[in-house]
Structure formats: C-alpha cells, structure tokens
T-cell receptor
Framework: GDSVTQMEGPVTLSEEAFLTINCTYT??????LFWYVQYPGEGLQLLLK?????DKGSNKGFEATYRKETTSFHLEKGSVQVSDSAVYFC?????????FGRGTSLIVHP | EPEVTQTPSHQVTQMGQEVILRCVPI?????FYWYRQILGQKVEFLVS????????KSEIFDDQFSVERPDGSNFTLKIRSTKLEDSAMYFC??????????????FGEGSRLTVL
C-alpha cells in the first residue's frame, strides 16, 4: 500500500543552521506531496505542497522538490529559527487518502 | 480565515464508556476525515466521509467506531466502548472544495482522549 517514510528525529540544530528532513514515499501512480507542520499544542497545518514531478513547493523559507526518480520530497531550509521548532510531517495525497509519515521533531536552539 | 474547530479539546473517560468527539469542518468542503495520533507515534487515518457516507476506512476503524454528520455542519466521531488503547489525539480534517479533491487538508487542533 501507499506509505511515507521520514527520517527519525529529533533533529536538533542551532539557529541559522541548514535543515534537511528526508522523506521518501511508496505509491502507485502520481500522488501530490505535502509537508505539514505541527507546532506545540496545535493541529497540523499545511506548510507546502507539490502536485507533480519536478515541482518545487515553498513557504516561509522552506522548500521541497518532488523527485519522481528517487520517490523523494525532502524538506530544506537554509537558516532555521527558534520559531521553526515543531514536528514536521510528510504526506502524500491528491486522489489518494492522505497518508502521513511518522513525523520528525525539529528543535532549534538559540 | 475559515477553520476547522473541534470539541472537546481534552476528554478523560473510563474504559468502556462511550465518547463523542465533535468537529465543525470548513463550510464549503466536501470531504471529511478523522485521524488519530497516539503519543509519539505517526498520524493514522481512521475514516473518510463524503456525500453523507463513509468513503473509506482503515483497519483501526472497527465496529466500535462510527461517524455521523447529523445536521449538515457537525461531523462527529463516536467510540462506543472505549479501550485503554484508544487514548490518543484525534484530529478532524476537511478538504476539497466543490469539484476538487486536491488532497490538501485543513485540520482542527485536535481532541485529546484519555481512557483510564
């Protein structure tokens, strides 16, 4: 079945460090791909998305590129801030029931 | 900005009791979902609802669970006889404006269920 695999966390970084959170997926066909973020005490909210191969989603300095050849959608940010501390979920959707990865906790220290 | 709202934010119940979790989805959305997240684990799909009926459900969504959209605005999840392992955060989500199903979901803040 469809699945999403994310790197284990927590990821701990200093402010202004470069962030990569890996995400790979398994799906038949061509899903849309999403990154959701969950700040402490809140629900999930959409961070960015890409609907077809080679699309790049971006928002709030975060980027992810839909790579069909490697079935990946890695999340990157050039310079993280303390306020980026949250749990990040990779998900696949589109015409599929949205399926979520396990989530990766990011902790950013001043 | 429209948002999905959930009540209660936290409910504590005894094992074997019935629980109803309530959600008000975004008004022009057509697809409604319940997910759950056991502490420290992944977000798991429970059920999707479209056109006043269940469209898909996971293995988790057994006979103890039911969903209802009683009045065109609320979307409820009922657990008939709670078990300890039902303790989790339950998220309601809606998506899909008229004519479109993009997979992008809008989530509520969750209802934390604690079964003692």
């Amino acid at each position: 079945g469809d699945s999403v695999t994310q790197m284990e966390g927590p990821v701990t970084l200093s402010e202004e460090a470069f962030l990569t959170i890996n995400c790979t997926y398994t799906a038949t066909g061509y899903p849309s791909l999403f990154w959701y973020v969950q700040y402490p005490g809140e629900g999930l909210q959409l961070l960015l998305k890409a609907t077809k191969a080679d699309d790049k989603g971006s928002n709030k300095g975060f980027e992810a590129t839909y790579r069909k050849e490697t079935t990946s959608f890695h999340l990157e940010k050039g310079s993280v801030q303390v306020s980026d501390s949250a749990v990040y979920f990779c998900a696949l959707g589109g015409s599929y029931i949205p399926t979520f990865g396990r989530g990766t906790s990011l902790i950013v220290h001043p | 900005e429209p948002e999905v709202t959930q009540t209660p934010s936290h409910q504590v119940t005894q094992m074997g009791q019935e629980v109803i979790l309530r959600c008000v989805p975004i008004s022009n959305h057509l697809y409604f979902y319940w997910y759950r997240q056991i502490l420290g684990q992944k977000v798991e799909f429970l059920v999707s609802f479209y056109n006043n009926e269940i469209s898909e459900k996971s293995e988790i969504f057994d006979d103890q669970f039911s969903v209802e959209r009683p009045d065109g605005s609320n979307f409820t999840l009922k657990i008939r006889s709670t078990k300890l392992e039902d303790s989790a955060m339950y998220f309601c989500a809606s998506g899909g404006g008229a004519g479109t199903r993009t997979g992008e979901l809008f989530f509520g803040e969750g209802s934390r269920l604690t079964v003692l």
